[in-house]
């Protein structure tokens, strides 16, 4: 059975910058398409950013330029590198990988 635990979330001022972190358990992420995710309050959760086996990225085009997605195989950790931080990137980011494991989420939080 496999476990994502999300860390980095936090209170940053716009045009900050945050990395969140997923790390894996039971489970190989070097070998299966990851993503991560975001749900505003009040919104539908939306597909952030994905990266798959073949390290092919994919990003919303919100966030494009200003977001990277990344793994460490070694460690079985998955990144996103936040950058330029805007008041709509407010939400709660979780890490997902197939065949469906969730993480319990991160707040981030981008105020002035």
């Known amino acids: 059975q496999g476990q994502l635990v999300e860390s980095g979330g936090g209170l940053v001022q716009p045009g900050g910058s945050l990395r969140l972190s997923c790390a894996a358990s039971g489970m190989f992420i070097g070998i299966i398409t990851m993503a991560w995710y975001r749900q505003a309050p009040g919104k539908q959760r939306e597909l952030v950013a994905s990266i798959n086996s073949g390290s092919i990225t994919d990003y919303l085009w919100s966030v494009k330029g200003r977001f990277a997605i990344s793994r460490d195989n070694a460690v079985n950790t998955l990144y996103l590198q936040m950058n330029s931080l805007q008041i709509e990137d407010t939400g709660v980011y979780y890490c997902?990988?197939?065949?469906?494991?969730w993480g319990q989420g991160t707040q981030v939080t981008v105020s002035s």
């Open positions: 997902w990988g197939i065949p469906g494991y």
